[in-house]
């Protein structure tokens, strides 16, 4: 049998620890053609942030992954971090050792830039974090908005509180202005909101399940979502985390886990108050023709039984 052509992504991320689970669903799944790691500010800070990322390319054994250092820092807004909810390091409680791969030489806008215009119609860009990277990536090359596939964006909160602020959602909130540059570049752009990742989760037990596998990758999971875990159970009262960032990296392959609605949707960009939160014009009140795919349900149980499996295979994989 004749499988598709792997999907080439590249994955603009800060990690942080879902997005670290979403860089190994990314090496675990043979539908994906990873280019590049693409890092931007966030959860942490750019540095902390790229040395992350160069670790968990270590742990799943690509050294030779490319990882692109990006901007350090919002268009306009004074920098904000999430360390309370990933850890000082940004991975929780796991302490990964640094290997002898670098950052290469070129900045992530370029490195966006001309991953997309090589191949135009066939890049499919999934964004993680803030949106500096690639509203910057925009600004300098418009062309950008036609050439890629697609941008899958993990972010903006719907039809639910925000997590960063009442209303916003961290990855909107920290970078509001390249939201609403993304968003008006007409960019073919699904949104996986946070409304939907919340209900994505991980338990103690399914850690069990994988720890009980062996090797470093369940041990690295197992450290990074303690962490995680204790910070939703104190600030949610949930039983399990969150894992926001492999959920809508997975929709690059898996879309039919997911039901959509074309929406248009700004972000709030006068008011301190409500600052980051997405509006969608669900009335039709705009007038304004959609420019998102919204996610607007996800089959939660099958998505996370998929990630378990495939983090099972590659630990597998690298223990052969
Ligand atoms: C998003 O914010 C970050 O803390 C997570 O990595 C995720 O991308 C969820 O709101
Ligand atoms: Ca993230």
């Not at 890629?148 to 209303?167: D, S, W």
């Not at 014009?281 to 998929?306: H, I, Q």
Request: net charge negative.
């Amino acid at each position: 049998m004749n499988l598709p052509a792997p999907r080439r992504v590249v994955l603009d991320t800060d990690p942080g620890i879902d997005d670290a689970l979403a860089i190994l669903l990314a090496l675990a799944s043979p539908e994906v053609d990873l280019a590049a790691l693409s890092i931007v500010h966030g959860n942490c800070t750019l540095a902390e942030a790229v040395t992350n990322a160069l670790a968990l390319a270590e742990l799943g054994s690509r050294p030779d992954l490319v990882v692109a250092a990006g901007c350090d820092r919002p268009l306009l807004r004074p920098p904000v971090t999430a360390h309370d909810t990933h850890g000082t390091s940004g991975l929780g409680y796991a302490r990964l050792p640094r290997g002898a791969a670098q950052a290469v030489e070129e900045h992530a806008v370029e490195l966006l830039i001309r991953e997309i215009m090589a191949a135009p119609g066939e890049v499919t860009l999934v964004a993680v974090g803030p949106l500096t990277n690639v509203a910057l990536a925009l600004r300098k090359e418009p062309r950008l908005a036609r050439a890629v596939r697609e941008c899958i964006f993990m972010g903006g909160a719907f039809r639910a509180e925000g997590n960063i602020t009442p209303l916003a959602e961290f990855n909107v909130y920290a970078d509001p202005h390249a939201a609403q540059i993304v968003l008006s570049s007409g960019m073919p752009l699904t949104i996986m909101p946070w409304d939907i990742t919340r209900d994505v989760r991980l338990t103690l037990a399914d850690v069990e399940r994988l720890l009980a596998r062996g090797g470093p990758i369940p041990r690295f999971i197992a450290e990074a979502t303690r962490y995680y875990i204790e910070f939703h159970q104190r600030e949610f009262g949930w039983a399990g985390c969150s894992i926001n960032d492999p959920a809508a990296l997975a929709l690059a392959w898996w879309p039919d886990l997911a039901q959509m609605r074309d929406l248009y949707v700004e972000v709030e960009l006068a008011s301190e108050l409500t600052l980051g939160k997405t509006v969608g014009d669900s009335g039709g009140r705009s007038g304004r023709a959609p420019n998102v795919r919204l996610v607007e349900r996800f089959d939660a149980t099958t998505f996370v039984a998929r990630f378990l499996q495939r983090m099972e295979d590659l630990a597998d994989r690298l223990a052969a």
